[in-house]
């Protein structure tokens, strides 16, 4: 097991890269998951029980590499940031080997409390207690779960280690509500940002303001092309804003977030309004 020294792990090598985190890269790299998609471990060094966030995708090799990861210990609780395959592809399978305990966005928060303000308090493991935070944009059911006591925050694909998620198109005002909660979280304490894909971010409010600010230029660049009806098709505004993007998927996930940002501006909220929100 590596040393944490900043660097993204090799594929199957479990790196402890905290007291109470190790750190798996699942061999599944792309466009859409840089290196990898980022499982991983919590519990404290010589514990019984262990949790393990976003199993990842359904790959024998990297269900079979956090099988030994995990070792002796008892997985008590699986946790999924998001509905994506390759963050939660491998769940049945962990929950099979483990008779863990499952906790995804439909049982970890309250469905009827508004929008990005739902929470819950659980214990994961050895008495290491992680609060579950509702934070939509990337997907509806977009959680981050954060360790109060060890200042560390997971956070799927809301924060990657680099660059910005594809948005839904009906999630602009919720990402922006998302990333503002999260920047004021790390503004009172500061916390380190696990994120889904991509390498650690050393403090929360810095990496949430940074995409705070890129999202309201780009809403700010689409308000500018599109002023005075110009009549560029969502395809065209992509080569507009991203000229240098060429692969297929990557612009197909651009496009997303374009159309997004356009129906956040046809409901006639101020750009940023909802960062303030």
């Known amino acids: 097991m590596g040393t944490y020294l900043g660097e993204v792990p090799a594929a199957g090598e479990p790196m402890r890269v905290a007291s109470c985190v190790e750190w798996l890269l699942a061999p599944n790299p792309s466009a859409w998951t840089f290196e990898g998609t980022n499982t991983w471990i919590v519990g404290v060094p010589g514990g019984s029980t262990c949790a393990v966030i976003d199993p990842g995708p359904d790959d024998a090799r990297h269900v079979e590499a956090l099988r030994r990861a995990v070792g002796r210990r008892s997985v008590s609780t699986v946790l999924i940031t998001h509905d994506h395959d390759d963050h939660h592809g491998a769940t049945d399978a962990v929950l099979r080997w483990s008779g863990a305990t499952l906790l995804d966005a439909t ?42 006591a060890h200042r560390e925050i997971f956070t799927g694909d809301t924060i990657l280690g680099s660059g910005s998620p594809m948005v839904r198109p009906s999630l602009m005002a919720d990402m922006l509500r998302t990333l503002r909660t999260l920047a004021d979280l790390g503004a009172r304490s500061h916390v380190t940002v696990r994120p889904g894909h991509g390498p650690v971010l050393d403090s929360l409010a810095d990496a949430a303001n940074r995409r705070l600010a890129a999202r309201l230029r780009r809403i700010a660049q689409v308000a500018a092309l599109t002023d005075e009806d110009s009549g560029l098709t969502v395809d065209e505004l992509v080569t507009a804003m991203y000229p240098n993007l060429t692969d297929p998927d990557v612009r197909r996930a651009a496009a997303s977030s374009v159309e997004a940002i356009q129906r956040y501006l ?8 909802e960062a303030r929100a």
């Open 107 to 148: 049982t970890a928060v309250s469905t009827t409390a508004p929008r990005g303000s739902a929470q819950r308090s659980v214990t994961v493991a050895d008495g290491i207690d992680a609060t579950v935070l509702s934070t939509p944009g990337h997907t509806r059911d977009s959680v981050c779960i954060l360790l109060p």
């Open 266 to 273: 046809a409901a006639s909220e101020p750009v940023g309004s």
